[in-house]
């Protein structure tokens, strides 16, 4: 059995088989760690990240068609959400779960303006009107259908 740690201080015991997937927990357990602290990972996302790799534990081709539901239910939180559970992927290394985060997030965003692209990540345009507007004018190929300003170009 191996304990993980979160930020929060809670610990959670889990089967050394479900932590043998690719990543640093795998990695650490085959160097013998049994209690690893997770001092980047708070109690709600941890608790995320366990269901996700027991799920995924249990991969079998009998169980493919579970999987792919368990991760279209999976991916259906709100961007902050999501957001967090890319950072804790990428600092653990389940190359799986960043594959299945980030092709969510880029099929919300696919076929979006640059405006709702900046609503959604909260980015804030570095250009003024004017200079959006001339961008947008010598770009008019890649630009169809760009908002500025409440009308489309």
């Known amino acids: 059995m191996l304990i993980l740690q979160s930020s929060d201080k809670d610990e959670f015991e889990i089967e050394q088989l479900i932590a043998i997937q690719p990543g640093t927990i795998k990695n650490m357990v085959e160097d013998d760690f049994t209690f690893i602290l997770l001092s980047n990972v708070d109690i709600e996302t941890l608790i995320k990240i ?46 799986s779960l960043m594959e299945l985060l980030c092709q969510f997030i880029a099929d919300r965003v696919k ?24 961008i947008i004018e010598d770009d ?9 300003d409440g009308t489309l170009d």
């Open 111 to 134: 076929d979006k303006t640059p405006e709702a692209i900046r609503n959604i990540f909260n980015i804030t345009c570095d250009f003024t009107l004017e200079k959006e507007r001339k």
């Open 50 to 95: 366990i269901e996700y790799m027991k799920k995924h534990a249990e991969k079998t081709d009998s169980k493919e068609k579970d999987i792919k539901e368990f991760n279209k239910n999976f991916v259906k939180k709100t961007l902050n959400e999501l957001f967090v559970l890319v950072l804790v992927a990428n600092y653990l290394h389940i190359s």
């Open 140 to 148: 008019k190929w890649a630009h169809e259908g760009t908002e500025i």
